[in-house]
Nanobody, 124 residues
Framework: EVQLVESGGGSVQPGGSLRLSCAGS????????MSWVRQAPGKGLEWVSG????????EYADSVKGRFTISRDNAKNTLYLQLNSLKTEDTATYYC?????????????????WGQGTQVTVSS
């Protein structure tokens, strides 16, 4: 059974930091590009960052560039997202998914593997 399990979310003040983790099992983790996608309350899915299978190539949405860092440890089947300089607009549920990039209709929980999400709340 394929599983992606996110953890590390929480509540922080603006300017704070969090580190999200996504543990994969049931598939060959290193064969897949992986992404973090978020969904703010009342909004659609927004691709945040993606990484190829060996971790050598990463991309970021403009809204998080310079503040978030994606990484992976294939020996541990784990994807990470370091969130720094958090803003209130970063408040969302963060999901990991088995693609290095998605947008529009390709960003759908019916495509690929998805975790259950972890909540990040940024407020003062």
């Amino acid at each position: 059974e394929v599983q992606l399990v996110e953890s590390g979310g929480g509540s922080v003040q603006p300017g704070g930091s969090l580190r999200l983790s996504c543990a994969g099992s049931g598939f060959i983790f290193s064969n897949y590009g992986m992404s973090w996608v978020r969904q703010a309350p009342g909004k659609g899915l927004e691709w945040v960052s993606g990484l190829n299978g060996d971790g050598g190539s990463s991309e970021y949405a403009d809204s998080v560039k310079g503040r978030f860092t994606i990484s992976r440890d294939n020996a541990k089947n784990t994807l990470y997202l370091q969130l720094n300089s958090l803003k209130t607009e970063d408040t969302a549920t963060y999901y990991c998914t088995s693609t290095s990039y998605c947008s529009g209709s390709s960003c759908s929980k019916s495509r690929g593997y998805w975790g259950q999400g972890t909540q990040v709340t940024v407020s003062s």
